[in-house]
């Protein structure tokens, strides 16, 4: 028998097709199959089921209806990114234009924290740089230049040369924008020349909540880059 099977391919795939009764003592047997394999049940024709039978295309149209939900919910997602990516890009062009107003350097941080809060409607905002950028022969205001303890403070929260948005506590939200009643956020970009980190623009909220990790960093980094320019370039 088994050297027939063998040589006769066509009757050893008519031996191994499935047996209908088979299937359907499995699936009698396993009522749960289906429950996982959404995909699978979805692709079955199956009938509407008689009087008092769980009817399985309506579990198909069930799932059906779920996915478009969840997909509509995906949609609208999308959208609000969208709108709110729009928003920030208007804020952000019309700061760069505030910026390019400027004819002093040492104008461009008050010009800066005045156009964030216009634009951006933000709390706080402040444009610093590090006692090692005192060097910069377009920066001769002192008020922008940090101490060298607040420098070390603020250079921690940096130290990896990347955007950051964060919950920091008083001193550090003081040592950033002035007087802070308390803990808070804020999102950082650094300020950076030659390869050398020389000082911050900073967005923050006295919401400790504002400006978590997840919240996108790419128009602050954009308008650190546009601030650094212009810091070379104007007289």
């Known amino acids: 028998m088994t050297g027939e099977n063998a040589s006769n391919p066509s009757r050893k795939a008519e031996e191994g097709?499935?047996?209908?009764?088979?299937?359907e003592t499995f699936f009698r047997e396993n009522p749960a199959f289906f429950k996982h394999r959404p995909d699978l049940l979805m692709a079955l024709d199956l009938p509407h089921g008689g009087p008092g039978a769980v009817s399985l295309v309506e579990r198909q149209v069930n799932l059906l209806r779920e996915r478009n939900i969840e997909m509509r919910g995906r949609i609208a997602h999308i959208a609000d990114s969208a709108q709110n990516n729009d928003v920030l890009y208007k804020a952000t062009r019309d700061t760069v234009l505030d910026l390019l107003s400027c004819r002093d350097a040492n104008d461009v941080a008050s010009q800066f924290t005045s156009?964030?809060?216009?634009?951006?409607?933000?709390?706080?905002?402040?444009?610093?740089?590090?006692?090692?950028?005192?060097?910069?022969?377009?920066?001769?205001?002192?008020?922008n230049i940090l101490s060298a303890d607040r420098t070390a403070l603020v250079q921690a929260l940096i130290k990896g040369g990347s955007p950051l948005c964060a919950v920091l506590r008083q001193e550090e939200m003081t040592a950033l924008f002035g007087a802070a009643a308390a803990d808070g956020s804020?999102?950082?970009?650094?300020?950076?020349?030659d390869g050398?980190?020389?000082?911050?623009?900073?967005?923050?909220s006295s919401d400790p909540h504002r400006y978590e990790p997840t919240v996108d960093t790419l128009f602050l980094k954009h308008l650190a880059d546009v601030v650094v320019r212009l810091q070379c370039l104007v007289p």
């Open 17 to 23: 097709a499935l047996d209908p009764s088979a299937v």
């Open 115 to 143: 156009s964030l809060h216009r634009h951006f409607q933000v709390e706080l905002a402040a444009l610093l740089w590090f006692d090692n950028a005192s060097a910069l022969p377009t920066l001769t205001n002192d008020d």
């Open 186 to 193: 804020a999102a950082l970009a650094p300020l950076v020349i």
């Open 196 to 204: 050398n980190v020389v000082g911050l623009i900073a967005v923050g």
